[in-house]
């Protein structure tokens, strides 16, 4: 009884040992079958096998890209898009003062020119204000009595006459313009002589009054101050004729357009006023 059951025990041992090989064998041997296609069965099953995870691992990878360049790199694009704005604000803010300051330098220039040619000493005055609309007409300087200015002062600028001083205090002046409708001067026509009186209007163009019928007055002759009414030096540019043509009565309508630009007046040349010239 014992002698049999040996050769079954080593029987059922091998039958243990030849299974597990059996199996190794057929899974060799499964590695080397091809589909129709020619493609290793074995690649096929790993490959659909691992198909998910690369899926998966894509999709990740799109993710984390498309948060970049829709956030990340967005944010610091947006971020330097303003610092590059910001700069050229700052360049457009620059430039433009050095133009300002330019165009400053060549109005500053025509009165020093125009301060050498006269031969009273003038002061140089930077408006400060202007009158509201239905005072208009009045503009106001930075310098006053304490500078020797006094009423009756002719105000000038680069382009020629703009009024005269009306109210003084230490540090500012008040200029009554010639286009205001209270304001007067004594001119002439300069290639006549012929004298007269202009008048402001309140408007942009002044009426030349006092010139007869007779005078050969034609569009485009200059206006000068002609020193008659004693607050106005003789011989000052005043404005162009726009208008002329014989009136009603004796004496002709003429229309004249200041040389000074009223409402772009930034700097003035202040002269002494009548009792102060020399």
Same mark, same amino acid.
């Given at each position: %009884? ?9 029987? $059922? ?7 597990? +090989? ?6 060799? *041997? ?24 690369? &899926? ?6 799109? $993710?984390?890209? #498309?948060?970049?360049? &829709?956030?990340?790199?967005? #944010? $610091?694009? /947006?971020?330097?898009?303003?610092? +590059? ?8 803010? !620059? ?12 109005? +500053?220039? /025509?009165?020093?020119? %125009?301060?050498?040619?006269?031969? #009273? ?15 208009? &007409?009045?503009? #106001? @300087? ?18 020629? @006459?703009?009024?005269?001083? *009306? ?20 001119? %002439? ?15 942009? +163009? ?13 569009? $485009? ?12 030096? =003789? ?12 009136? =009603? ?12 630009? %009223?409402? !772009? ?11 102060? /010239?020399?």
């Amino acid at each position: %009884m014992s002698i049999e059951f040996a050769p079954k025990m080593r029987e $059922g041992r091998l039958v243990y040992v030849l299974i597990p +090989l059996l199996i190794l064998n057929l899974a060799l *041997i499964s590695l080397q079958i091809e589909d129709p296609a020619g493609t290793i069965l074995f690649k096929k099953a790993v490959f659909f096998a691992s198909a998910p995870f690369f &899926n998966l691992s894509a999709g990740v990878s799109r $993710g984390a890209n #498309y948060l970049w360049r &829709n956030y990340v790199w967005l #944010y $610091g694009a /947006r971020q330097e898009n303003l610092q +590059l704005k910001e700069a050229l604000q700052q360049l457009s803010l !620059r430039e433009r003062a050095l133009t300002q300051a330019q165009e400053e330098n060549t109005r +500053l220039r /025509r009165l020093l020119d %125009m301060r050498i040619a006269l031969p #009273y000493r003038g002061i140089a005055a930077h408006v400060v204000g202007r009158a509201p609309n239905y005072l208009s &007409n009045l503009l #106001y @300087v930075d310098r006053g009595s304490s500078s020797g200015i006094v009423v009756d002062s002719p105000a000038l600028s680069g382009d020629g @006459v703009v009024g005269r001083v *009306i109210l003084t205090s230490p540090h500012n002046s008040q200029i009554q313009l010639i286009t205001n409708a209270d304001a007067s001067i004594g001119v %002439m026509v300069e290639r006549t002589r012929s004298p007269g009186v202009l008048r402001g209007s309140g408007n942009d +163009l002044l009426s030349l009054n006092y010139i007869s019928n007779t005078e050969p007055i034609e569009a $485009g002759d200059v206006v000068v101050s002609s020193g008659l009414d004693g607050i106005y030096p =003789k011989g000052l540019s005043v404005g162009r004729i726009v208008e002329s043509y014989k009136g =009603k009565t004796v004496f002709r309508v003429i229309q004249v357009a200041p040389h000074a630009d %009223m409402m !772009r007046i930034e700097e003035v040349l202040i002269l002494p006023g009548p009792s102060k /010239r020399e």
